[in-house]
């Protein structure tokens, strides 16, 4: 069986469940967003996904193995990820920097092919990066060291995306951006992406599933626009929204508490 099974799992932050017996198929096609209020689990789950965390091995198969059963460099081929930072503690080209996650593909002495260069000049080009490849990793903001990080990510080829919070740092018009490009990655050939997101709207507009997690281990999933919706995002949230449409457009947004006056 294709894609990544999720088989009775659960999480825990000391004595707190994060996440309780899920079960759950993220299958090749979809793009998932994870959602929840701040300390719900969701760096947790991406990391357990990953294969990260051995507690969690026995819980999530990838193509119908279990997790514990890949080799690292096999895995690394079958799935990336792109953790919530990235500390770079040397000076670097970006180019250099995205071509570390081709790591898995190097065979022989190790040396990089002209395929190698090319993913990373691709993955660059992808997210309006080109221009940027000679220069020093450490000379550039936050929210293009985060792009970088996302190039670096689609730069390894793993069919399988897992991103936490790839989002943060960007503006709005490089968020769009970086969703656009990960919706057409994930269409044109059998890819999938999960991702962390703090902005529901966002989430809506261009993920096709998400599960939603309230940090008392309880979770919703399906399509995203049934899952996001008032009544579960604020539950979860645990902040009155609702829905607003107009002209074909809809957004979430905070409900108006009513005003209590003092007797």
């Given amino acids: 069986m294709n894609g990544l099974h999720v088989n009775r799992l659960t999480l825990r932050a000391g004595d707190r469940v994060l996440v309780a017996a899920l079960t759950q198929t993220f299958a090749p096609g979809e793009m998932w967003c994870i959602a929840g209020p701040n300390g719900a689990g969701k760096t947790t789950l991406i990391s357990a996904l990953a294969g990260l965390l051995k507690e969690a091995g026995e819980s ?6 279990v997790l514990r059963e890949w080799r690292s460099n096999d895995l690394a081929r079958r799935r990336a990820l792109m953790p919530q930072a990235s500390h770079d503690a040397f000076s670097a080209s970006v180019l250099d920097t995205v071509m570390l996650n081709r790591f898995p593909h190097l065979t022989g002495w190790g040396w990089e092919s002209d395929a190698d260069r090319a993913a990373a000049h691709g993955a660059l080009e992808t997210l309006g990066l ?53 919706s057409a990655w994930v269409t044109t050939r059998e890819r999938s992406v999960i991702f962390s997101c703090h902005d529901l709207n ?16 309880h979770a919703h999933a ?26 074909g457009h809809e957004a979430l947004v905070p409900a108006l508490r009513p005003m209590f006056k003092s007797p």
Avoid at 228 to 244: C, D, K, S, V
């Fill in 60 to 65: 999530i198969s990838l193509d119908g193995r």
């Fill in 130 to 182: 080109a221009a940027f490849a000679s220069r020093d990793i450490q000379s550039l903001s936050g929210g293009e060291r985060q792009r970088v990080a996302l190039a670096a990510a689609l730069c390894q080829e793993a069919p399988l995306l897992l991103l936490d919070e790839p989002l943060s740092h960007l503006d709005l018009h490089h968020q769009i951006d970086c969703l656009e490009a990960l």
């Fill in 202 to 217: 966002l989430a809506r507009r261009f993920a096709t599933h998400a599960l939603l997690l309230d940090g008392a281990g």
């Fill in 222 to 247: 399906g399509l995203a626009r049934e899952v996001l919706t008032p009544e579960r995002a604020g539950a979860a949230f645990g902040y009155p929204l609702t829905l607003i449409q107009q002209d």
